[in-house]
């Protein structure tokens, strides 16, 4: 099974493949009046797919079937003028994503836990980078179900740095490490992943 998002100037919209990518099943858009910007894609255990990204000044997440029929569609916005959902993960049960929000020209590393109707069970916010520079982030689940973010933070005269951040499931930050090159200036996140024994691993762009 293929798919693949396409993303348009006034809508966003994404198709749905067979395995062979010939024969198109269906094809939907999602627009409510002003640009949506899909960043990422998410299929659960039962089919069900997951996007999310931004419209207008808001996190925008969509659950659709395996019919492709609009389940719900969840906005988030807390007072921001600046907000892009970059990445998602689910379990069997819950949709973790991670993104920035924020507003003069100051982003929040801002992780959302919802349950399968769309309901927020928390959110958490790790200060914070210049917005103009808030493109990557990403977001895993370990085997006890804690969460690990990797995204960037502002450091001063260091610039951009990368950041680790691991919160339990309820929500509470366990710690964070910060990672800078020795160079001191902008550094970026570009991956990550767990291994099976819970190690975490990720990539990024530094200056040396």
Partial sequence: MFIKISISLFYLAFIFFNTYGQILEWQKHFSQNDNAVGNKLKVDNSGNIYVVGNHSH??????????????????????????????????????????YTGQNSVANLTTIKYDSSGNIIWYKNFPGINSSSADKAFITIDSYKNIIVLGSIATGANGLDIVTVKYSNDGEQQWYRVKNGTANKDDFAAGLALDSLGYIYISNTICI
Avoid: E
């Fill in 58 to 99: 808001d996190y925008l997440i969509l659950k659709y079937n395996p019919s492709g029929n609009l389940i719900w569609s969840k906005t988030y916005n807390q007072g921001a003028t600046y907000s892009k959902a970059l990445d998602i993960i689910c379990d069997s049960t819950f949709i973790y994503i991670t993104g």
